[in-house]
């Protein structure tokens, strides 16, 4: 089907964009050469549902140069970059794809893509999957499998697996070291300030940042804040993340009790309801309400749309403020969706080489060592190349065990 874009005649923006993260990816650089030489995704068709910005334009592209038919569109109504699309239609991907989708043209996209009868998918939060186990059953029986990005993603998945409903293997790429610890917490840490400083145009320092929820990702939200020279504050549910946060130096309470003291807050917790009308009542004015979780429903903006008397524009089209009736303005960045995708470029290009590098060589490894339905971390072997590569990449040596060493650690 031919690509479905907002305007062609960006393509030569995507382009510049493009040409700016391919030197900044030298994994998937590696991984390129190869495909280029071997072909070994030829006769493949890949359906993707990735946030669709230059880094994800990237590994589409080599995916295509690997042999295989590759149809592409963005897993966030937000998170399309219309220049990047349009470039990348130009570069053999089939795109289907634009910035500010509807929910039912956000559907349509979707299954747009589906209409390439995949044989294997990468999917960002399960959207794929999701219509795959609903309407679009017919098309289960061609896939060999896929590759989920994310941790509301893989969260799923484990229950669609739990309830014997998964229909092909899934690789969990969040949970490999090489995903998770760079990507969530450095990526994330990153980005997320990068699309909040971007956006307000405030500054950090001296403030008083609550971060909800201090799984990697959060992590890296607070160190990333305290660094800027916030004041943090860390919320969570678990009393293990709890206690980590407590001995990297936040200080820890309960939402209803941080609400009053924070200037900014990023929700970072994969949950609904964190941010809500009782703690809109007692935020002070000015709040700015930010979210790095991958669903819209982590600031409950529809009650605080309720509870608010007028909306206020803000400096640029990614933030909205409530006036509520006593006056103050809380300030949402990017309607509640991912601010470091919404409201910036995503992670940078050192990270989602590493990222994507994992999708690319975990979809080849369902292809030479096929799986049954279920869901499966990466293969520790591939996890260790993505860490060899890098380093190599940045021309760091390191040491290797001596046959002595090896067989210490063996013994008992
Ligand atoms: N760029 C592409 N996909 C991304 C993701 N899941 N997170 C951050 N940046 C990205």
Redesign the pocket.
């Known amino acids: 089907m031919p690509s479905q874009i907002k305007d062609i005649t960006l393509a030569n923006l995507g382009h510049a964009k493009l040409d700016w993260v391919i030197p900044r990816m030298p994994v998937l650089g590696q991984i390129r050469n190869r495909y280029l030489a071997d072909q070994p995704l030829r006769g493949q068709r890949i359906a993707i549902s ?2 669709l ?1 230059a ?2 334009a990237v590994l589409a592209q080599i995916l295509h140069e690997g042999g295989a038919a590759v149809a592409i569109t963005s897993s966030n109504p937000l998170t399309a970059q219309d220049d990047v699309a349009a470039a990348l239609s130009e570069r053999g991907v089939d795109v289907h794809a634009w910035r500010g989708t509807a929910p039912e043209e956000f559907d349509r996209l979707h299954h747009a893509v589906l209409d390439i009868e995949p044989t294997l998918i990468i999917d ?1 939060g399960g959207e794929l999957t999701d219509r795959l186990h609903q309407g679009r059953r017919a098309l289960v029986k061609n896939i060999r499998g896929g590759a989920e ?2 941790t509301t993603g893989v969260t799923r998945l484990k229950a669609l697996a739990r309830d014997g409903l998964l229909a092909y293997p899934m690789v969990a790429v969040n949970d490999a070291d090489m995903k998770h610890l760079f ?1 969530n917490r450095y ?2 840490g990153q ?1 997320t300030w990068d699309g909040i400083i971007r956006t307000t145009n405030l500054v950090i320092a001296g403030t008083t940042v609550v971060v909800a929820g201090y799984g990697w990702c959060g992590k890296g939200v607070a160190e990333r804040a305290r660094g800027l020279g916030a004041h943090v504050i860390v919320t969570e549910i678990n009393p293990v993340r709890a206690n980590e946060a407590l001995m990297d130096g936040y200080r820890v309470m309960p939402m209803q009790d941080a609400a009053p003291r924070g200037d900014f807050f990023v929700t970072v917790t994969g949950n609904r309801d964190v941010i809500t009308r009782d703690h809109f009542a007692v935020m002070k004015d000015g709040a700015v309400l930010a979210n790095a979780g991958h669903f819209d429903v982590e600031v409950a903006v529809s009650q605080l749309r309720d509870l608010s008397e007028a909306e206020v524009p803000g400096r640029n089209s990614s933030i909205v403020g409530y006036r509520l009736k006593s006056g103050r303005i809380l300030w949402v960045l990017a309607e509640g969706r ?1 601010v ?2 919404a409201a910036g470029d ?2 940078p290009a050192e990270i ?1 080489d590493l ?1 994507f590098a994992l999708q690319a060589l975990s979809l080849e490894s369902l292809l030479t060592n096929p799986k049954s339905p279920g869901v499966y971390p990466v293969d520790p072997t591939i996890d260790q190349w993505v860490a060899t590569m890098r380093l190599s990449a940045l021309g760091t040596h390191i040491d290797a065990l001596t046959p002595q060493q090896q067989s210490y650690l063996a013994s008992w």
Do not use: I, P, R, V
């Open positions: 990735l946030h910005e880094k994800t960002d990005e994310t990507d990526g994330t980005s991912l470091n995708l995503g992670h989602m990222t």
